[in-house]
Structures are given as C-alpha cells and as structure tokens.
C-alpha cells in the first residue's frame, strides 16, 4: 500500500519511511502541510501518518481537508504528537483523527499502529464490497420483481379486455329478450337475472382493469368499496 508521510523533521520522515519499507510499503513523503495535501489530492492515499505541528498546513488541518474531501474511499489517519492532555485529544479527534503516535518515536508501538490501521481499511473495504454486492443484488430483485408486477398488469389488462367482449355480447341478447313479448313470468324473472348478474360482472371486469392499471403505491386495502382512479381499493 502506498502510504502518504507528512513531516517536517528529515530525521522523523526517515524512521517512519524505512519503517514502512521493511513492513512491505511504498511510501510518499511530504516535508510539510502544503505539499502533503496536494500529495494526498494525487494519490487518495488510504493511510495517512502526519506530524501535528508542520508549517503552513498543519495536520489537524490537512486531516480537516481530507475529510470534506474523501468521497467513498476512506482514508485511516494516524496523527504524531509531542502534544499531551484530554483537550488536544478531543480536538484532534473532532477534527477526524483516527489514532495517535506519540513522540519520541518508538517503533515497535509504530508498527502495532500500522497494522491496526490495515486491519481497519481490510474491513472498511470488505464492508464496502458487501455494500456494493447487496445494492446489486436489490437492484436485480427489483428489476425482477418490477418485470412481473408488469406481467401481471398485462395478462390482467387482456384478460379484462378478452371478458368484455363476450359478456357485452350476453348483456346484449339479454336486453333483446326483456323486450320480447309473451315471456313469461318465470323467463322475464331469468332474463332480469342475466341482466343484473351480467352488469355485476362487467363491474367488476371493470375493476380488474383499473386495478391492473394502478401502482403499487396507489392501491389501498379495505373491507369494501370499489376501486377509484388514483386510490384503487382491493376487496
């Protein structure tokens, strides 16, 4: 991993460089704010090891631009410090500050830091594949599931369609024959019957047809009623 060092004191900036070296890094180093921010603006380095006070920028402040700046890769910021005490903790902290390095240097504790550091970006980014993995998998689900509601909205609309016509056909002989003379009591009573069973029925073809119509979101579930545009109801 490419890893961005931001410090003023040649002598700093080397045992931090030969450190990381040896633990199989490459690194990028900066001699002060300035150019470690435009450094870190070229390479997005994941980790960045910064000394507090630096001229021009220092590393609370390019830790600051980092953080507006950062969009989905995330960078892991160790601060180093001769500064001690709860406040200077908690500012650097507000400011976006992962972890401290304390001075004088001591490498063992570097290293240990160096590596919680990597342990954190592993997960970081195994979380961010995971993210990724379940967007696409709800993306394909809906795409999915939007296909069939769009199946089922066309079969209804033909179904709906195909029934019409042949019960307006029914309704149409039934309305001939309730004007026939010399029906009698009973056939006048069966023809009503077709007529108001019929009409029913092409009500309710009526209702599959909006129905299918509809949107998820414009469909409401109620005891009774009839479908609406706009708020289709269910029964």
């Known amino acids: ?19 990381l070296v040896e633990l199989g890094h490459s690194v990028t180093e900066a001699a002060n704010g300035c150019d470690a921010w435009e450094a870190w603006k070229r390479g997005r380095q994941q980790l960045v090891i910064s000394d507090w006070m630096m001229p021009g920028i220092d590393g609370l402040e390019l830790c600051r631009r980092i953080r507006a700046e950062e969009a989905s890769d995330f960078a892991y910021i160790i601060l180093i410090t001769a500064r001690a005490g709860k406040a200077n903790y908690l500012d650097a902290m507000d400011s976006g ?12 504790r570097f290293i240990a830091r160096v590596r919680v550091a990597m342990r954190i970006l592993d997960l970081h980014q195994s979380l961010r594949l995971a993210n990724t993995d379940l967007e696409r998998r709800v993306e ?12 089922k909205s066309e079969f209804l609309s033909r179904a709906s369609h195909e029934l019409r016509t042949p019960m307006n056909h029914i309704l149409g002989f039934a309305q001939l024959l309730s004007l026939r003379k010399g029906l009698t009591e009973k056939q006048e009573a069966s023809v009503r019957q077709i007529l108001e069973s ?6 309710l073809i009526d209702h599959i047809l909006g129905i299918s119509k509809s949107r998820a979101n414009e469909l409401s579930f109620e005891a009774s009623g009839a479908p609406r545009a706009g708020n289709t109801q269910i029964f």
């Open 140 to 151: 394909e689900r809906t795409a999915e599931l939007e296909k069939a509601l769009q199946a």
């Open 97 to 108: 500050v992962d972890d401290f390095l304390e001075k004088p240097f001591d490498r063992d």
């Open 198 to 203: 019929g009409r029913r029925l092409l009500t």
């Open 1 to 19: 991993m490419d890893i961005l060092v931001a410090d003023d004191d040649p002598s700093g900036r080397f045992l931090l460089n030969s450190t």
